[in-house]
T-cell receptor
Framework: NAGVTQTPKFRVLKTGQSMTLLCAQDMNHEYMYWYRQDPGMGLRLIHYSVGEGTTAKGEVPDGYNVSRLKKQNFLLGLESAAPSQTSVYFC????????????FGPGTRLTVL | QQQVKQSPQSLIVQKGGISIINCAYENTAFDYFPWYQQFPGKGPALLIAIRPDVSEKKEGRFTISFNKSAKQFSLHIMDSQPGDSATYFCAAGGETSGSRLTFGEGTQLTVNP
């Protein structure tokens, strides 16, 4: 099992450009999450999904959109990137609710110039 | 709004010493308190977790102490080793949080040989 994988690993964008981050999991988990990690701020939840076809806002959703068309995939989109979105993005999945172990991907380091 | 406060931000310990990281939470509805460990360039991984029906949980050299009345919990690493050098995150969640965990700011632990 590959667990949780993220594509790409690194990306540099110019302000105003758009991009999509892909998260895939092969553990048949229902729940998937997108976090951003910034120094001194821990992990902050952007959006999450409790099952195929569902999405919900987390703590810091502004400037991001998500889609969960297939159970194994969770996409994070930036429509018009801003320097404030420079961060490391982690995807995670869990079998059941948030009180179950969350399995994290290796992260995507995004720089917006 | 940061509902989970973690301290210290960084910690340096000598090999064989005890590392202690503290967290405090606000939401009394939280009933699940995990600790995640993150090595450089990797995603976080669950280390140990506790529920408030017990005051302490031990797994090898890692112990969680939980004080429900004070709304605090801490991670103790006994006989700290250089391989324990990593960033540690506490988190909290519960039924009222649905699928979500709220993470602390993180503690960067360095264990000197």
């Amino acid at each position: 099992n590959a667990g949780v994988t993220q594509t790409p690993k690194f990306r540099v964008l110019k302000t105003g450009q758009s991009m999509t981050l892909l998260c895939a999991q092969d553990m048949n988990h229902e729940y998937m999450y997108w976090y951003r990690q910034d120094p001194g701020m821990g992990l902050r939840l952007i959006h999450y999904s409790v099952g195929e076809g569902t999405t919900a806002k987390g703590e810091v959703p502004d400037g991001y959109n998500v889609s969960r068309l297939k159970k194994q995939n969770f996409l994070l989109g930036l429509e018009s990137a801003a320097p404030s979105q420079t961060s490391v993005y982690f995807c995670a999945s869990s079998y059941l609710v948030g009180t179950d172990t969350q399995y994290f991907g290796p992260g995507t380091r995004l720089t917006v110039l | 709004q940061q509902q989970v406060k973690q301290s210290p931000q960084s910690l340096i310990v000598q090999k064989g010493g005890i590392s202690i990281i503290n967290c405090a939470y606000e939401n009394t509805a939280f009933d699940y308190f995990p600790w995640y460990q993150q090595f450089p360039g990797k995603g976080p991984a669950l280390l140990i977790a506790i529920r408030p029906d017990v005051s302490e949980k031990k797994e090898g050299r890692f112990t969680i102490s939980f004080n429900k009345s004070a709304k605090q919990f801490s991670l103790h690493i006994m006989d700290s080793q250089p391989g324990d050098s990593a960033t540690y995150f506490c988190a909290a969640g519960g039924e009222t949080s649905g699928s979500r965990l709220t993470f602390g700011e993180g503690t960067q632990l360095t264990v000197n040989p």
